[in-house]
């Protein structure tokens, strides 16, 4: 089952949906709902009501499945038959997964809970396979040292590798510590390098990030060129759209809260998308940051008026668990709200 945190965002939306109350009762008047989902709800809704603010979001959760519910009134359904599915979601955490449906109506819902990250994987993912429109995973590279090795290694040295790990080079200190247990130590002393505000090791830190940003940027745009030097590359481009912006063949209600708001939108399908919008092209630019950044920006035109726009993703880089402790991975970022996209229908809460 899932965590408790995301059991009682997605039955909290169910529960708004049906005019349910937080209690057993109307839990159990959702489908799929059982014993073990009740318990793990009424556990996390222990932690929501000892915190002002976590229960302040439970009641914004709640009101979006309320106005899913009066939106669907609107619309001709009377008795909603909700139907909880997000225990059986086994796909990737970046991919728009359905977490409830409607029965009677044929909807399905996904839930999001203050949540800004598109994607969550590696940066050979992003940068590599994306571009070219490949959808498998790809984690095979240590992507620090794929893009700045060099500017690695003076960051490994710099921090006292070579004494404080016996390895001369910070390849040599990978391949003998193949597990994070055996790299904590080290880690923790380039944190605490870090927390002293060590000069040489913060400008060892700027260059590497630099360099990994740059390479990163420059990598994605020549995969882009790769694929658009290709006869048929828009089909290919549709496939990037649709991994990035959560659009997909069916048309679904994407709900719960963003930038600190309840919200509904129901975003429409991919052929109905495109009959209105298309998508021209992505460029990456690459940001000077505390970490390795990059920026993606998304150029597309509305067909209704030949207006031209843009959206930007933010890219960033880091090691999973602590500075050389964990492959590098790459969260995707949305800075903007899901109801400002311009292609989504905003359902007025």
């Not at 009101?63 to 059986?88: P, R, T, Y």
């Not at 790459?330 to 903007?336: F, G, R, V």
Request: glycine share 6%; with cysteine.
């Amino acid at each position: 089952m899932a965590r408790g945190q995301t059991v009682f965002s997605e039955l909290t939306v169910a529960l708004g949906i049906i005019n349910g109350r937080f209690n057993k009762k109307s839990l159990l008047a959702i489908k799929n709902v059982g014993i073990s989902g009740v318990e793990s709800f009424l556990m996390e809704m222990s932690k929501y009501e000892s915190s002002k603010n976590k229960w302040e979001n439970a009641l914004k959760l709640l009101k979006a499945g309320q106005a899913i519910g009066n939106w669907m009134c609107e619309q001709g359904f009377g008795k909603l038959d909700v139907s909880w599915i997000g225990h059986e979601s086994t796909g990737s955490v970046e991919q728009a997964s359905k977490d409830l449906e409607i029965l009677n109506a044929n909807w399905r819902i996904s839930i999001k809970e203050n949540s800004n990250i598109l994607i969550n994987g590696s940066p050979e993912r992003v940068f590599e396979k994306l571009p070219l429109a490949e959808t498998d995973k790809g984690r095979g590279k240590d992507w620090f040292l794929h893009t700045a090795s060099d500017e690695l290694q003076s960051y490994f040295s710099t921090c006292n590798g070579e004494r404080i790990t016996g390895c001369t080079t910070v390849v040599d200190y990978y391949e003998r510590t193949k597990n994070k247990k055996d790299k904590r130590a080290f880690s923790k002393h380039v944190a605490k390098l870090h927390r002293e505000k060590n000069e040489a090791i913060l400008n060892a830190y700027s260059k590497l990030c630099e360099k990994v940003s740059l390479g990163s940027t420059e990598i994605f745009n020549n995969q882009i060129l790769k694929l658009k030097a290709e006869k048929n590359y828009k089909k290919k481009f549709e496939i990037i759209f649709h991994e990035f912006f959560r659009v997909n063949s069916v048309r679904y209600i994407l709900a719960g809260i963003d930038k600190k708001e309840p919200f509904v939108i129901i975003l429409n399908p991919s052929s109905e998308w495109g009959r209105m919008f298309e998508f021209l092209d992505i460029k990456a630019i690459s940001k000077k940051a505390g970490q390795p950044e990059v920026l993606l920006r998304f150029y597309f035109k509305d067909k209704t008026n030949n207006q031209l726009f843009d959206i930007d993703l933010k890219a960033e880089i880091r090691w999973s668990h602590g500075k050389f402790c964990g492959n590098p991975e790459c969260k995707l970022y949305k800075p903007w709200r899901y109801k400002d996209l311009p292609w989504v229908k905003d359902v007025i809460l």
